[in-house]
């Protein structure tokens, strides 16, 4: 099994629709990440979780929210969807104890496409 | 935050060894150096770091130059399965494992 999931896979909405994605981790890390991707563009962070009692904005966090239900388990809320959120999303995690190792493990992402 | 700059793309061949350059002149002294790959459909995944001296791996080797200011990732034998967008990132060691994507370098590998 996956150590990093991630549900939906796909998903086509409606704008003004609100719409959860959801990511689930087995590796026991407490370092969670959300992150989206467009075309031909690098990844861009849009919330990030050092723990179950923190929850920090990146860089474009604007439209949407995140909930940290678990240690496990760390969700993405778009309130209103809007199509220029159609986009790749992608959680990761990570284990920060070793010092300089930021390797973050990704999910395999869900495609969003907003009408 | 330190800005890398990378090669949009470049080719190679099959069982050669690849070069990939990145310049990040802007680098602190806590921030580690990693390498990250994207291949076709998938999440990103984790390639090789460094602070300072030369690194090697199962996947690869990290060149890292004397001030820093620049790196270079080593395939020693490319195959298809390494045709990806390699990524540079400084980690910022006072933010705690947050990591900067920028457009990387699209490695494409010629059978």
């Known amino acids: 099994d996956a150590d990093v999931t991630q549900t939906p896979r796909n998903r086509i909405t409606k704008t003004g629709k609100r719409i959860m994605l959801e990511c689930s981790q087995t590796k026991g890390h407490d370092r969670m990440y959300w992150y989206r991707q467009d075309p031909g563009l690098g990844l861009r962070l849009i919330y990030y979780s050092f723990d179950v009692k923190d929850i920090n904005k990146g860089e474009i966090s604007d439209g949407y929210s995140v909930s940290r239900q678990a240690q496990a388990k760390f969700s993405l809320s778009l309130e209103s969807a809007i199509p220029n959120q159609t986009a790749l999303y992608f959680c990761?995690?990570?284990?920060?104890?070793?010092?300089?190792?930021?390797?973050?493990?990704f999910g395999p992402g869900t495609r969003l496409t907003v009408l | 935050d330190a800005k890398t700059t990378q090669p949009n793309s470049m080719e190679s061949n099959e069982e050669e060894p690849v070069h990939l350059p990145c310049n990040h002149s802007?680098?602190?002294?806590?921030?580690?150096i990693h390498w990250y790959r994207q291949l076709p459909s998938q999440g990103p995944e984790y390639v090789i770091h460094g602070l300072t001296s030369n690194v090697n791996n199962r996947m690869a080797s990290l060149a890292i130059a004397e001030d820093r200011k620049s790196s270079t990732l080593i395939l020693h034998r490319a195959t298809l399965r390494d045709a990806a967008v390699y990524y540079c990132i400084p980690s910022i060691y006072n933010q705690g494992g947050k990591l900067i994507f920028g457009q990387g370098t699209e490695l494409s590998v010629k059978p």
């Open positions: 990761a995690t990570s284990d920060f104890r070793v010092l300089g190792r930021d390797e973050q493990f």
């Open positions: 802007t680098i602190s002294g806590t921030d580690y």
